[in-house]
Nanobody, 120 residues
Framework: QVQLVESGGGLVQAGGSLRLSCAAS????????MGWYRQAPGKERELVAQ???????NYADSVKGRFTLSRDNIKNTVSLQMNSLNSEDTGVYYC??????????????WGKGTLVTVSS
């Protein structure tokens, strides 16, 4: 069974930095897309950044220039370095991956989420 396990998150002051990490485990053929979404209180879940295998990273306009996504295709991990954080970055951050199973069927997986709180 495929699992996405997140780490990082926590409380940080505005202007500070945090790093989130996510590791995929289980049996699968490959990870097609891997990235992060977030959900602020009272808002819908939104894409933060995602990287397709061999492709360019897609960032939300609100995080461009501040967040950096990195992916390790050997370790099946993805990390999100978040700099210059502000209160609008507060929310639960979810790791997401589109994974090609051994059956050659693509499945979408979510982590349990990790809370990021930015205090002003």
């Amino acid at each position: 069974q495929v699992q996405l396990v997140e780490s990082g998150g926590g409380l940080v002051q505005a202007g500070g930095s945090l790093r989130l990490s996510c590791a995929a485990s289980g049996n699968f053929f490959r990870i097609n897309v891997m990235g992060w979404y977030r959900q602020a209180p009272g808002k819908e879940r939104e894409l933060v950044a995602q990287m397709p295998l061999g492709g360019r990273t897609n960032y939300a306009d609100s995080v461009k220039g501040r967040f950096t996504l990195s992916r390790d295709n050997i370790k099946n991990t993805v990390s999100l370095q978040m700099n210059s954080l502000n209160s609008e970055d507060t929310g639960v951050y979810y790791c997401n991956a589109a994974i090609l199973a051994l059956t050659m069927r693509e499945m979408n997986y979510w982590g349990k989420g990790t809370l990021v709180t930015v205090s002003s």
